[in-house]
């Protein structure tokens, strides 16, 4: 059974660095084909993609939002990390990470999300 | 990149059908058979019913059904039931560069 978890600040100020960790178990980064994704929801709006990462450590991004990701992973300890930086109160959404196949292009199993609110 | 472009509501009384439009363009829906659809229930996470078009994972009910003519893609909801009210969000691969291209979403209402 596929299961993640999101953790990280609940809050953060304007201009900090977010950084949120995905904890997963059911899988391996290791395996060909497997990889992690990062999505996010502002509060009463759609959904956004972030980043991905695959096995083979090819990372993705998403156009708008390259230069202040990055994106990594720890495959022996079954973790990828997102790291965000210049945070601005838009940037305000519940934060989700899942599983993705290459193979489908889609994202199949989803952790439970993290709600992070910039402010100060 | 824009967002694809979803109807911001439908609806449907029990057992009937309704059916969600995705409007893409070439660079994404157009262009490529990796359209998927999640659903999802005011304060959850979305759940995956639909990928590569048509595919539904297992455990999903065949009363969803997905399908794709040009640059837009469609969901049907048959046989509506109370539990199918949500929130519907299509995606789409855009390339190696753009992963994965969301829909406005489309919030289905059981009347």
């Known amino acids: 059974q596929i299961t993640l978890k999101e953790s990280g600040p609940t809050q953060v100020n304007p201009t900090q660095t977010l950084t949120l960790t995905c904890s997963f178990s059911g899988f391996s980064l290791a395996t060909s084909g497997v990889g992690v994704a990062w999505i996010r929801q502002p509060p009463g709006k759609a959904l956004e993609w972030l980043a991905l990462i695959y096995w083979d450590d090819d990372k993705r991004y998403s156009p708008s939002l390259k230069s202040r990701l990055t994106i990594t992973k720890d495959t022996s300890r079954n973790q990828v990390v997102l790291t965000m930086t210049n945070m601005d109160p838009v940037d305000t959404a519940t934060y989700y990470c899942s599983h993705s196949l290459f193979r489908i292009r889609a994202f199949d199993i989803w952790g439970q999300g993290t709600m992070v609110t910039v402010s100060s | 990149q824009s967002a694809l472009t979803q109807p911001p509501s439908a609806s449907g009384s029990p057992g009937q059908s309704v059916t969600i439009s995705c409007t893409g363009t070439s660079s994404d829906v157009g262009g490529y058979n990796f359209v998927s659809w999640y659903q999802q229930h005011p304060g959850k996470a979305p759940k995956l019913i639909i990928s590569?078009?048509?595919k539904r994972p297992s455990g999903v009910p065949d009363r969803f059904s997905g399908s794709k003519s040009g640059n837009t893609a469609s969901l049907t909801v048959s046989g509506l039931q109370a539990e199918d009210e949500a929130d519907y969000y299509c995606s789409s691969y855009a390339g190696r560069d753009n992963l994965g291209v969301f829909g406005t979403g489309t919030k289905v209402t059981v009347l």
């Open positions: 590569e078009v048509s």
